[in-house]
Nanobody, 123 residues
Framework: QVEMVDSGGGSVESGGSLRLSCSVSEYTNAIRTLAWFRQAPGKEREGVAALRQGIYSFYSDSVKGRFSISLDNTDHTLYLEMNNLKPEDTATYYC?????????????????WGQGTQVTVSS
């Protein structure tokens, strides 16, 4: 059973940076896509960054050029480097894993989820 534990959230001022981490225990080669999602109060969960086959990354338009997703294969830790943060980035961030090759942020693709870590950006 894959377990995901995300961490690294916090409070920063607009323009600041944070790096989120997600430890993937019981990692299996069956995992095809890893991703980060976020959910702000009163809004639907949305995808922000994904990494397919450990190589191919894609991002939502709202974070492209500011966020970067990466995977450390030595310990199976997924990262989300977030730069130039804006107040609209405020949300709970979740890491997720899919057993399929995902080409979008369709929630139905993702079978495993972290518990979430809060990111708050003040203006």
């Amino acid at each position: 059973q894959v377990e995901m534990v995300d961490s690294g959230g916090g409070s920063v001022e607009s323009g600041g940076s944070l790096r989120l981490s997600c430890s993937v225990s019981e990692y299996t080669n069956a995992i095809r896509t890893l991703a980060w999602f976020r959910q702000a109060p009163g809004k639907e969960r949305e995808g922000v960054a994904a990494l397919r086959q450990g190589i191919y990354s894609f991002y939502s338009d709202s974070v492209k050029g500011r966020f970067s997703i990466s995977l450390d294969n030595t310990d199976h830790t997924l990262y989300l480097e977030m730069n130039n943060l804006k107040p609209e980035d405020t949300a709970t961030y979740y890491c997720a894993a899919a057993l399929v090759f995902s080409y979008s942020f369709d929630l139905r693709d993702y079978a495993y989820w972290g518990q979430g870590t809060q990111v708050t950006v003040s203006s």
